[in-house]
């Protein structure tokens, strides 16, 4: 329908300059019933683009007034409005049949769906001898082995423009398609339409001609399909229609909201390689396979999170800016909100920190890990959707020192490079999969629950059931360019938001069953309720902030020092270099003595945020001792980039500690009113 009324508005704007009415005599049919079809042969031949006077006999003078004319064609546009919608006037079935197979089932279908139909024909027609599957040099044959073999089509589609939806049929010929229908696919654009394959073999599959089908080419949405046998009952291709006519509503439901765009499902190796420069240990490659899935083009912006929860809590306020300060239970909360409000089953049952996630639910959800990495890479397998270096019009990130550069520590992208902030949810180019800001702006909550992959689990994986910190994708806005490759996985404690974490849902495009569950496991063990403040400090500014915190709150205080130092104590290239290679290479220095954490509960945990991680020494203290059950709390001196993924790095190498809400400052600007709130927020006397 709207087709229909798009073809109207266009049809009759095209038709404003055309003042002349034509003569033109007919008989009149007293009942004529009008189609799209007759419409559009109305509009031609008032613009002249082709002569003849009627079609199946119905008269083109509706008002009987002798001539045909621009009033006549608004006349058959009321009469086809008022006409019930019997037809299913958006799909199309069409089918090339030469035993008669597969044109029972798409009889069948036409039947059940009151659709059009359009059977391709050859212009040289296929004779028995032609299909006699048995000599290898029948005509048949020698086109299937021929991947370039277009047999020419006796006559085409008059308009498949008007079609949404094309079940296309076929005999399965060697194990594929018959090569006439490569040649209908070429022969018109497919690249809006929702294409449902169907095919009729005794025997062989339809994978591959589905296949074929797909890298043919461009299909807006390309349903799997389905090979039915001679004797297939009506019932059977009921059962099937019913399917796939649950998908397409989904799908046309989605094209409504133009906020989500369907990701076509594949296998990939998710991971990075070893060569790739500045990768994690914990991002070991492997082949993982996801389904299709929708997923939202951009970040959900503060307007949105404000109109389906009432509040907005990010930092930087602004509409079309991503919303942040949100912890992995309010995404969660979010995606149920939002299924309610468009009146969707929620994929979530919520039961304190353990949730539920029902897979056959049609509402939002968060993406898996595996998912995210899917949809950001895009079909690449670069460090980056968009290749192997971050340009500054590529991501908003902290790129001045760039990625893979040398440790010079010199802005090498300039200071326009690091925007310390973020921006418009559509500021940067979208990835071949038409998402933007996969890379940078902020970081997104993804289900699954840190851990090592699990390699066992190739098709759709969801992670553990249990953990202490979620996954977060894509880095952020104070991110340094390796935390925002396709490959980067951030960690973060599922209850603490942050400035630079936000939140892209996602829905089912197919059918799902079944459940999982989402189960926090850390516990803070209360057991000496005594305090430790440990600290690395290498310029001096650390050192100042955890005195400071040390006085006021009077717990004890250790400080880390390296066995063998750094060959310089201040800022500069020698300094930069030595730490940014124990950085790429996840070194672990020797200290001179680690202190004695059995004693503590609580750990005040201060250091220097260096390129967005953590210094050495700081990875050699968490390493050393088993935190379970403690409770970290970070605090940081830092240049610009604020936390970066230093909470990250903490939460991978202490997994079973229960991390809190840390504190930074810029270098040596202390404030004591700031430090006093942040200790009665963590309850340190």
Known sequence: MKKLISFFVSGIMSLSAVVTSVPFHTAVAESATYTVKDAENLRDFLLSRISGKDISGKSYDLNGDGRVDIFDLCLM???????????????????????????????????????????????????????????????????????????????????????????????????????????????????????????????????????????????????????????????????????????????????????????????????????????????????????????????????????????????????????????WYDAVQYCNKLSQNEGLTPCYTISGNTVTWDKSANGYRLPTEAEWEYSARANTTTPFSFGDYVHNSDANCYNAYGYNNDASGNWVNGSNAYLRKTVPVTQYSANDYGLYNMHGNVAEWVWDWYSEYDSKTSADPTGSESGNTKVVRGGGWNDHPKHIRSAYRGAQPADVGLYSIGIRPVRNAGTAKGTVKSVYSAKAEQKTGKTLIVYFSQTGNTEGLANLIHEMSGVDIVRLERKTPYSSSSNGPVLYGEALDELRAEAVPELKEYPDIEQYDTILLGYCNWWSSIPASVRSFLMHDDFSGKTIIPFCSMGGGRFGQTISAIAKLAPDSVIKEGLEVTYSSYDRAEIEKWLKTNNIN
């Open 77 to 327: 546009r009321s009469e086809i409005l008022k006409q019930p919608e019997e037809n299913n006037n958006d799909t199309l079935v069409v089918y090339f049949s030469r035993t008669g197979n597969t044109e029972k089932i798409a009889e069948y279908l036409i039947d059940i769906t009151h659709a059009d139909s359009y059977v391709i024909e050859a212009e040289i027609p296929y004779t028995d001898e032609d299909i006699a599957y048995t000599n290898s040099s029948c005509r048949a044959n020698k086109e299937q082995n021929d991947k370039s073999a277009r047999p020419a089509i006796a006559k085409p589609i008059e308009s498949i423009d008007s079609y949404d939806v094309i079940y296309l049929g076929y005999p399965i010929w060697w194990g594929e398609e018959p090569r006439i229908i490569d040649t209908f696919l070429e022969s018109y654009d497919f690249s809006d339409k929702i294409v449902v394959p169907f095919c009729t073999s005794a025997s062989s599959g339809n994978a591959a001609s589905e296949r074929n089908i797909a890298n043919l080419v461009p299909i807006g949405n390309q349903l799997e399909g389905k090979r039915f046998s001679a004797s297939a009952s009506k019932e059977s291709v009921e059962t099937w229609l019913n399917e796939k006519q649950a998908e397409i509503s989904d799908i046309r439901k989605s094209s409504e909201n133009m906020q989500y765009t369907l990701i076509k499902g594949g296998t990939f190796q998710m991971g990075s390689p070893e060569s790739e420069p500045e990768r994690s240990s914990d991002e070991i490659q492997h082949s993982v396979t996801v389904g299709d899935f929708y997923m939202s083009k951009t970040e959900i912006s503060q307007k949105d999170y404000q109109e389906i929860m009432g509040e907005n809590p990010s930092d930087t306020k602004g509409d079309d800016l991503p919303v942040t300060n949100i912890t």
